[in-house]
């Protein structure tokens, strides 16, 4: 049963002459397949990005009005009182630093006069102590010689 209609004789080549639209699979083939769909891809990229730009506008559009939005809803008069209590606030620290060299002033003065009534405080404690270091010996002779 050799079939002398088919080339390559019995049984080789039959699917070719059954099917004769079928591409054959090369890396020629592929790499073309591979390019269209690359250039395809580009075409789609360039026309999104560039093809958009009304809906970009009115995405921007709609920003910018939200944006003015947002700032007509700012309460700008609490704003400025804010930043005048602010200011307020700074000039009363600037008082304060001046008030504070006046208090170190102050307390240097207060330790000096602590130090020196210390010092004296000491003198007569001391003396203090000699004379009941005296009476405790004298009551103890008296105790002795009674």
Known sequence: ???????GGAGHGTLQHAFPCRIRFS??????LVCFFNIVIAILLLHAFFGSSGRRFALRRGTWEAEALRRAM???????RVKEIQEEFSREQEIVVVSTGQRQ???????????DFQALNDANSKKALEEWRRR???RARQKKTD
Do not use: C, G, H, Q
């Not at 890396?27 to 073309?32: K, M, S």
């Not at 700012?74 to 400025?80: D, F």
């Open 74 to 80: 700012e309460p700008l008069e609490l704003i400025k």
């Open 105 to 115: 002033s102050a307390a240097s003065d207060l330790s000096k006069r602590l130090k």
């Open 136 to 138: 405790k010996i004298d």
């Open 27 to 32: 890396y020629r083939n592929a790499t073309v």
């Open 1 to 7: 049963m050799i079939d002398s209609r088919i080339p």
